[in-house]
């Protein structure tokens, strides 16, 4: 089992990105995206389901960041606009066979490598 993400990179403040998380060797219920800022804890960030509703997504995000998943090509999308100097982190895709949404980082047992995200001012 792999999660591949892809699409980081530097943008400038108010720019935008979609990061790309292809997954291999089964497909899972539920994924998501989290972060990890220099010095700082992962956050989560954004999670979406085939059958748990509408995606779920962390306050700072909302009304800029958009998930979305294909099943066919079980992989899981990322659009970041209104990008903020706040956003650069190094961002990692999640997945988890449980069909509930969830926002800990103990809830998801399958990670991508990471892929960073810079936004300069």
């Known amino acids: 089992v792999q999660l591949q993400a892809s699409g980081g990179g530097l943008v400038q403040s108010g720019g935008s990105l979609r990061l790309s998380c292809a997954a291999s060797?089964?497909?899972?219920?539920?994924m998501g995206w989290f972060r990890q800022a220099p010095g700082k804890e992962r956050e989560f960030v954004a999670a979406v389901g085939w059958s748990a509703g509408s995606p779920v997504y962390a306050d700072f995000v909302k009304g800029r960041f958009t998930i979305s998943r294909d099943k066919s090509q079980n992989t899981v999308w990322l659009k970041m606009n209104s990008l903020k100097p706040e956003d650069t982190a190094v961002y990692y895709c999640?997945?988890?066979?449980?069909?509930?949404?969830?926002?800990?980082?103990?809830?998801?047992?399958?990670w991508g490598q990471g892929t960073l995200v810079t936004v300069s001012s």
């Open positions: 060797g089964r497909t899972f219920n539920v």
């Open positions: 999640a997945a988890r066979a449980a069909t509930v949404l969830h926002t800990a980082r103990s809830a998801y047992n399958y």
